[in-house]
């Protein structure tokens, strides 16, 4: 099946940095990549969809300036966490969909000290 | 809108036997698919198996198959002779089609297989 790779797989940071999180699909091209949040023994939420060439779409409550999305290949989205706070501790889940199916990136953890 | 639920948070099987998974969902389309999908410890989400809405044949991938009622809008997921490895995160999620095929996922299943 089709890759995307995700990069870093954790980070540690200080809180008021920022935090870039690289999603790429290695054996495809992928418009449409999008961004998920995971908090413990919880399911995945949807934070935005990145698109090729053009704005991201956020979900309601999803901060747009403290989430930054770029994606400005075919094969590569970055999530960039502004000034993170421990509030923003979590697992960052990229995926891409190549036909009817959604492939994921390994995922990110996130803490924030 | 479309929802997904996920009736049981937690379920245990012993080693071997046979456990199901509910899902249950609500859409106003007609043609669609559904996945379940597996999330082990390491977290990688795995696609465990998928069903086309217009397809009557349920979906079968080796000891995993589904069973499909769409009038009902139900998408259970059985696991035959459970094993250890499948001791995971289990999600049913559902493509918006237009949306880039954008998932919505059920809350999970957490499943133990026990020895």
């Known amino acids: 099946g089709a890759v995307v790779s995700q990069h870093p797989s954790w980070v540690i940071c200080k809180s008021g940095t920022s935090v870039k999180i690289e999603c790429r699909s290695l054996?495809?091209?992928?418009?449409?990549m999008f961004w998920y949040r995971q908090f413990p023994k919880q399911s995945l939420m949807l934070m935005a969809t990145s698109n090729e060439g053009s704005k991201a779409t956020y979900e309601q409550g999803v901060e747009k300036d403290k989430f930054l999305i770029n994606h400005a290949s075919l094969t590569l989205s970055t999530l960039t966490v502004t000034s993170a706070h421990p509030e923003d501790s979590s697992f960052y889940i990229c995926s891409a969909t190549l036909g009817t199916e959604a492939f994921f990136g390994q995922g990110t953890r996130l803490t924030v000290v | 809108a479309q929802t997904v639920t996920q009736s049981q948070p937690e379920m245990s099987v012993q080693e071997a036997e046979t456990v199901t998974l509910s899902c249950t969902y609500d859409t106003s389309e007609n043609n669609y698919y559904l996945f379940w999908y597996k999330q082990p410890p390491s977290r990688q989400m795995i696609l465990v198996i998928r069903?086309?809405?217009?397809?009557?044949q349920n979906a079968t991938e080796n000891r995993f198959s589904v069973n499909f009622q769409k009038a009902a809008k139900s998408f259970s997921l059985k696991i035959s002779d459970s094993q250890l490895g499948d001791t995971a995160m289990y999600f049913c999620a559902f493509p918006l089609f237009g949306a880039g095929n954008m998932l919505t996922f059920g809350g999970g299943t957490r499943l133990m297989v026990k020895p």
């Open positions: 054996d495809f091209q992928a418009t449409t």
């Open positions: 069903q086309e809405a217009y397809k009557q």
